[in-house]
């Protein structure tokens, strides 16, 4: 095994609710199956029993920004130590329908809630060991698109959750906190335009993984 396949890959999706990110995971899945990779595919808020727990708290019951806050960190501390963590130590590609970008644009630029506060906790969670860097995706592809197109989309397609009723002004902000977060670290974020055909995301997202070169 070399070098790379032992350390595995973490990799997020991101965008605003409707963006289609979901769509776009089973193709993924396949792309590194195919490579002869070990993918495990989760998701947040969730990917552990407690962490779904949590997640169907945060997606029905209201609650004030600190408390969202504090309820998709624990979630996330539950999910890093027993499913990201032992994945890439064992080599595995970790496929997560969104991580803690979506804290930033969703508390932070969405709810308003204090970025500080928000950095600290992601210093708790995802502090790996004394001095070492924080546990990050190395890839997020961040599927963009306009609110009104992803409301158009989610349309009829399912019951709104929590997140999913807000207006399109929150939205909008949850938008621009994505961007300032991929304007932030350019290296990590790969922008997908999602506002076109499946198969035109689809190439986007396909040449984002060819230039990692992860799929040789
Ligand atoms: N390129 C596309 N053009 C038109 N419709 C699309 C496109 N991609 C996905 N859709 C549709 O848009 C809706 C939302 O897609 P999807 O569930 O993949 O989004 P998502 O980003 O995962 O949303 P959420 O985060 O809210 O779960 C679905 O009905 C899906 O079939
Ligand atoms: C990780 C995370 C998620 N959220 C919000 C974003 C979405 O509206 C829901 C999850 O639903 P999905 O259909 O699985 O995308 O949760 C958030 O507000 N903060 C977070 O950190």
Known sequence: MDQQARRGQFISLEGI??????????????????????VVRTREPGG???????????LNEAMDPLTESLLVFAARRDHVVQVIQPALARGAVVLCDRFTDATFAYQGAGRGFDLAVLQTLERWVQQQEAGAALLQPEL??????????????????????????????????????????????????????ADTRREAVWAQVEAALQERGWLK
Request: proline share 6%.
């Open 140 to 193: 997020t592809l961040w599927f963009d698109l306009a609110p009104e197109v992803a409301a158009e989309r989610l349309a009829g397609a399912r019951m709104p959750d929590r997140f999913e009723a807000q207006p399109a002004e929150f939205f909008r902000r949850v938008r621009e906190g994505y961007a300032r977060r991929a304007a932030e670290e350019p290296g990590r974020f790969a922008r997908i335009d």
């Open 48 to 58: 552990t029993p407690l962490a779904e727990s949590l997640r169907a708290l945060l």
């Open 17 to 38: 609710d409707g963006a289609g990110k979901s769509s776009h995971l089973d193709a993924i899945e396949r792309l590194f199956a195919a490579a002869g990779r070990e």
